[in-house]
T-cell receptor
Framework: DAKTTQPPSMDCAEGRAANLPCNHS???????VYWYRQIHSQGPQYIIH???NNETNEMASLIITEDRKSSTLILPHATLRDTAVYYC????????????FGDGTTLTVKP | AAGVIQSPRHLIKEKRETATLKCYPI?????VYWYQQGPGQDPQFLIS???????DKGSIPDRFSAQQFSDYHSELNMSSLELGDSALYFC????????????????FGPGTRLTVL
């Protein structure tokens, strides 16, 4: 699985958009980008995934660059409850599917 | 919607004792993953099962074993417990990638907090 690089921490004002970057320059053609978040000591929560097209669901949007070497998770209107560690994970679809968690980004949403 | 169920939620054991953690996947999910998260660390993959067969193995100690049963629930058995085994243990489930419409999204349970004294 490709290695990912994320900033260790970010702050965001409540109500503003939170943009979390992830670098995955060694991603291969059949690997997807998945985002999870973990609120203190709870189980990681699946957010969104994508291959090469931008994706949106009720939680977030995922923007993947054309060369697929980086992506950005966007929380359009961050709330205090969005404070968590956000993990960007790259893995192939046609394998055992284990998730290799890197260091993640600690997002702090401030009032 | 039904989620992944883990039991027990909290477990306290003495050194050298054994422990069994249980995981009940989301209905229809056929793949189960186990992760260990030590204090201040990121989740680390231990082992996974697809259709009752081990599908991948990570940094699982030889003292640990796991299996998936015919009803797809899974159990993680831990023997000769050590202080360093104190951690959160998460189970995740997904619809196997061979299933139509599956993108291998993994859904995690609330975890079992194991404390070894």
């Amino acid at each position: 699985d490709a290695k990912t690089t994320q900033p260790p921490s970010m702050d965001c004002a409540e109500g503003r958009a939170a943009n979390l970057p992830c670098n995955h320059s060694t991603i291969s053609g059949n690997e997807y980008v998945y985002w999870y978040r973990q609120i203190h000591s709870q189980g990681p929560q699946y957010i969104i995934h994508g291959l090469k097209n931008n994706e949106t669901n009720e939680m977030a949007s995922l923007i993947i660059t054309e060369d697929r070497k980086s992506s950005t998770l966007i929380l359009p209107h961050a709330t205090l409850r969005d404070t968590a560690v956000y993990y960007c994970i790259v893995r192939g679809l046609f394998n055992a599917g284990k998730s290799t968690f890197g260091d993640g980004t600690t997002l702090t949403v401030k009032p | 919607a039904a989620g992944v169920i883990q039991s027990p939620r909290h477990l306290i054991k003495e050194k050298r004792e054994t422990a069994t953690l249980k995981c009940y996947p989301i209905p229809r999910h056929d793949t189960v993953y186990w992760y260990q998260q030590g204090p201040g660390q990121d989740p680390q993959f231990l082992i996974s099962f697809y259709e009752k067969m081990q599908s991948d193995k990570g940094s699982i100690p030889d003292r640990f074993s796991a299996q998936q049963f015919s009803d797809y629930h899974s159990e993680l058995n831990m023997s000769s417990l050590e202080l360093g085994d104190s951690a959160l243990y998460f189970c995740a489930s997904s619809l196997g990638f061979r299933r139509q419409g599956s993108y291998n999204e993994q859904f995690f349970g609330p975890g079992t907090r194991l404390t070894v004294l």
